[in-house]
Every structure is written in C-alpha cells, then in structure tokens.
C-alpha cells in the first residue's frame, strides 16, 4: 500500500467513524480476527493435509505413525517460521530502580492512578521524545513485555511537573481507561507493523504461506486501525489530565512542542553549520543543548514556533493530533481575536516560563553526567566521516561559488545560473549578500516567483514592506506559496502592530489550507461518477508512458484521461487505467498485479499528479467509462 492509497484510505474511515462508530468499531474488531484467523487457519490447513496424506499412501497402522511423525513436524515448520520475525525491543540504556529511585517511585504511582500493568524497563535515550513501546513475548498470542522510553533532551527541557504529565498521558495508552477494546487493538496493531518491518524474506523457510497475506493485511489493518489509534491519543490525555490537571498536561504539550522546534529549527542547524568552516565535529553538543534548553525558547522566533504549532492541522505523519486540537479537547480554545484591532490575537495559553530546575535533574540526578558524555561521545563517532564529507562538500560549494562569480563578470549568466549563485550565496554567506542578485533576475523577469519570494522573504525580515507586494507577486505567480508567504507577512505584519491586517493573512492562509484539504479528498477516490476528459497531453508526455508500459508484458490495454477538480484545478489529475491480461484469479496473480501496480505507480512521470488504478474488481464499472471514451486507449498488448 502505497502513502497516498493508506492516506486515502484513512480520510474515508474517518468520516464513516464520525458517522457511524459502532459500525466502525465492529469493523476494526472483525479485521484484528481475520489476522488470527489466517495464522490458526493456515496452520490447521497444513496439519489436516498432512494428517491425511499417509492415509493414501500407507496402511492404518504405519498411517498412524507416519501421520503423527508429519504433524509434529508441520508444528515444527510453523513454530519455527514464526521464530523468524523478530521483535526488537526498543534502544536504549536500560535504567536500573537503584540508579534513579525517584524516577521509578513517580512511575509506580502513576501505574497504579492509571489502573495500568507496569513498565518492564524504562529506558534513557538521546532523542527529543517519550513512548511506550509493547513488545510480543509470543508474537499475536500471548502478554507484552512494555517499555517507557524517555529523551534526556526532553527531562532536561521539562520542568519536573510538566515532565510527570508527559509520561501520565503515554502510561494512559497501557490504562484500562482506554477500554479492553481500544488496549487490544493498540497493541495487535504495534505487533502486525513489527512483523512487516521484519518481513524482509518472507519466502525462505516456508514462509510463502503467510507472506502474501501479510503484505496486504498488515497495511490495511494499519490503516484501518489508524482512526482508533488517533482517537486513543484523545482518551489518553483526558485521562491523564484527570491525574496531573488539565492546565499541567496543556503546559506540558506547548513546552514540548516549541522546545522541540528549538532543537530542530535553532540548535542542531546552527551545530552542522559549523562544518562549513571547521574540520571536525564540536567535542560537546548535548552538553550545550542541555545547558540551553531550561532557559529556551526565547524572542521572536519562540512565539512564531508557537503560532505555527497552534495553526497546524492534523495530518498523517503519526497517529498523534495537532496541538491546536489536542488543547481544544482538553478545554483550551484556539487563538481568541480582540473586538479592538490595536490589540494582538491571545493564544489559548501563555508561552512556558524557563525551568529552574529540570526534570533530568529531579529524577536522575547524578546520572546526568554520566548520560551526557556517553551521547556526545556516541555522537561524535557517529558523525565524524558524514561530517568530514559536509566540510568537503563545503569547499568544493564555495569554489563553484567562485567561479559563477567570475563567469558574472566575464560573460554574465543565465537566469538559472543566476539563481544558482543566489543559493550558493545564501547557504554559505547568509541570504542577505545575494539580495542584488535577485534584483537582477527581477529586472529580467519581474514575474519570476523564487526571486519574488527569496527577496521578499528577505526584506520582511528587515521590517521593508516592499517585502509584501513581492511575496503577493510570488503567490498570484506559484500558488503552492500562498501559505507560507501569507505566514511570512503575518509575522511580519503582527510584529509592525497592525494586527488587523495581520488577521487577513492567517485567515487567508486558514483558507488555503482548507482547500488543499477539501483537493485532497477530492482526489483521493476515482469512480465511474467522476468527469473525465481527454489527457491533453502532448506526444512527447505519451510516448515515454507506452513505453514504459510495454515493460510489463501482464498488461493488456491502458487508457489515460484527465479528473476535472473543482479544487485546484490549475494542477491536472491524470488517471491511467490499466487492464491486466489474464484474470486475478489466484494467489500469485494477486501477488504479481499489486508488484506491477506498485512499480509503475512509482515511476510515473506526468506533468501534474497522476493516479494509476488497476481496472478490475470494484473499478470495473470505470473500465467500462473508459473503454467508451474516445482516445482514452493509449497502449493495447
């Protein structure tokens, strides 16, 4: 299954979840039973196949032998495929009670709040990041063995509430809270992606038996487990916020959140630029991060960060909400415009205050120490060669520099070339010393959209307002940029004290982000009721397609046309239709279409977005519409 087939998927469950979620939950039940029923299915179609071939081959008596002989041995087979996927616990360094006896003391009280089994281990690691891992002790049948796994970087920029109320909502996952339901299928649905992570060689040993089930179901019952898991991190924060208080576990996700940006979008790129001058890697990067991340964030950027956080939407990155509506379930509304314009909009929260003292240092103690040089030092052997390679690659950067440079005096350049020294430029000297640069490429074209944008990215953040007819210029040139340019003149615009107009901004950013959503869902179903039109699509497009598609000699015709969108409809939608030769019919056609499909899918080269569907099964009713469309047929075997 491919990204765009789980994400499509996962938009049609969620609407027929609000509709209907009894149904829906019969459904996802229903779905878990089938991935058990295969396995005990399968192993019982062995056994009673061999249980019952020495009956024609042998008398009673040796049958009986014979029979027993071959039963064990199928066991054996069976018991010894699934010996095979591995499940790995989570990395880490595992903590031991004696070494952080407080951290293990709030754990236990939380457990027992939650009504929740207890954490095996709980384990330390460099990550910005805490989770509850379950791993199988016996694959689908049997207990889970769990494990807590805490970011030093995040107990160093938690306070040690803030930090506590993290860990209620990822212990809430374990609670009986959840439901014996919603428990069950968070954990069958860890169990059945472990397995396809591990599934890289299905075939050997026998496993052919269970392989092309498990590529189809795995995914599926992800997806269609998805919606679920989703509404679980809302039953987990609710009952976590029963335990540290609403307010706390609010403060605990902005914390959270903006500190991570922090780390992403300040620290970590400001360590790496480093490696455009210098050699060799700095000897004590965590140790710099944790002195700055209690005090962090700060000025502008942090309240952007926020902004950005509480205006993000909800995607399908990771099962986890947006923070917008993670504070809004918890009792928090979303940002609240002042009726005077003077005024800036209110976030529902004010920004966290900086940590006095942290949680690594509550909970850990001296161990901190002993943590943070074995992370620099892992770090620094992880990095050393990737690190010489971006200091080569740092120079080699700043000669090509050079000789556009030269070239520009010399000859002059090319539009591109132009562009290119601007990014050279901008990477290696800051965006501010290519400003002439992008002035030139607007004397030539002053509709060209990068520069458009680069300089008026640059001159908003010099307070020009110049800056905002380019980035309007930039917008009515490339649409794809309306949102991040309307986000730039927000800033901008908030931050000059005309808020008012600022308000514009957001809700026309708000806006086309609604409507890329409503596109998305446009887009991700085709059926015999949508309008299709000719491709338009020249011959050079074509030919390289009925070329590709002659690779696959299963194909026996293909037809391509064009979904007219109500959204959007600057970007085309292409739809090829593909008729296989021969009927799916058994196993390893079905095997041996999904593959091709996959393939072709992926290699795809249109000038716009393209869907490929196989026309069989559910879509035949659209391989009847296309057959009857005029030059639709581009490819016949």
Request: hydrophobic share 45%.
């Amino acid at each position: 299954m491919t990204q765009k087939s789980f994400e499509e998927l996962v938009i049609r469950l969620e609407s027929y979840a609000r509709r209907q979620p009894a149904a829906y939950k019969l459904e996802v039940a229903c779905l878990a039973i089938v991935g058990y029923g295969y396995f005990v299915g399968m192993v019982a179609l062995v056994l009673v196949a061999f249980g019952l071939a020495p009956f024609a081959v042998f008398g009673h008596a040796s049958a009986v032998l014979v029979q027993t002989a071959i039963v064990i041995l199928a066991i054996a087979w069976t018991l010894l495929w699934w010996s095979r996927i591995e499940f790995h616990p989570p990395e880490g360094y595992s903590l031991l009670r004696h070494e952080a006896p407080q951290l293990f003391g709030m754990i236990d009280g939380l457990t027992k709040t939650l009504k929740a089994p207890g954490v095996h281990y709980i384990l330390i690691t460099d990550e910005f990041n805490a989770s509850i891992a379950q791993v199988p002790r016996y694959g689908l049948f049997g207990g889970a063995v769990n494990y807590l796994v805490v970011g030093l970087p995040l107990m160093q920029a938690l306070s040690p509430d803030q930090f506590r109320a993290v860990l209620a909502h990822e212990i809430a996952h374990l609670s009986g809270n959840h439901g014996r339901f919603s428990t069950w299928v968070y954990r069958i649905r860890q169990t059945w992606l472990t397995i396809m992570d591990n599934l890289d060689e299905p075939a050997r040993g026998g496993g052919f038996v269970f392989a092309w089930f498990l590529r189809w179901y795995a995914p599926y019952f992800s997806a269609y487990s998805f919606v679920l898991a989703r509404s679980n991190e809302y039953v987990a924060d609710g009952s976590a916020a029963q335990v540290v208080g609403a307010r706390s576990l609010a403060d605990a996700l902005i914390a959270t959140r903006i500190k991570a940006s922090y780390v992403e979008n300040h620290f970590w790129p400001n360590i790496f630029n480093k490696a455009v001058a210098e050699p060799n890697p700095p000897p004590a990067p965590h140790a710099s991060m944790f002195h700055a991340l209690p005090l962090a964030p700060f000025g502008h950027d942090a309240e952007r960060w926020f902004e950005e956080a509480l205006v993000e939407r909800t995607t399908f990155a990771d099962t986890h909400p947006s923070l917008a509506s993670r504070l809004a379930a918890l009792g928090f509304r979303g940002t609240q415009l002042s009726p005077d314009a003077n005024v800036p909009p209110a976030p529902p929260l004010p920004m966290p205050s900086p940590v006095a003292t942290t949680a690594a240092d509550q909970y850990l103690g001296r161990m901190v120490a002993h943590f943070t040089r074995h992370f620099d030092a892992d770090w620094h052997e992880q990095v050393a060669e990737t690190w010489q390679e971006r200091h080569v690659e740092a120079q080699e950067a700043q000669q090509a520099l050079g000789r556009l440079k030269q070239k520009s005096v010399r000859s002059g350049l090319t539009l591109e070339e132009t562009w290119t020294l601007f990014q050279l430029m901008a990477d290696y000297r800051g965006d501010s010393t290519g400003t002439p640069l992008l002035e030139q490429m607007l004397e030539r074209d002053p509709d060209e959209p990068r520069a458009n944008y680069a300089l008026g990215q640059i001159l908003l953040k010099t307070d020009n307002p110049r800056g905002v007819t380019l980035l309007e210029r930039a917008m009515d040139q490339e649409p794809d940029s309306t949102i991040p340019a309307c986000d730039l003149i927000y800033y901008f615009l908030k931050r000059t004290g005309k808020f008012s107009e600022a308000v514009e901004y957001r809700r026309r950013s708000d806006e086309y982000r609604d409507l890329l959503i409503d596109a998305r869902k446009e887009r991700s179903t085709i059926t015999a009721k949508d309008k299709l039109v000719h491709h338009g699509l020249a011959p050079e497009f074509v030919q390289p397609l009925r070329t590709q598609i002659a690779q696959y000699p299963q194909i026996a015709e293909a037809y391509l046309v064009r979904k007219q969108c109500r959204h959007l409809p600057h970007k085309p939608l292409y739809i090829l239709g593909i008729t296989p030769k021969r009927a799916i019919f058994n196993l390893d056609r079905i095997a041996e279409h999904k593959d091709m499909h996959e393939d072709l899918a992926a290699s795809l080269s249109l000038p716009g977005e393209a869907r490929l569907v196989l026309l069989a099964g559910r879509h035949r009713a659209l391989a009847r519409v296309l057959r009857g469309m005029t030059s639709a047929l581009i490819y016949r075997g």
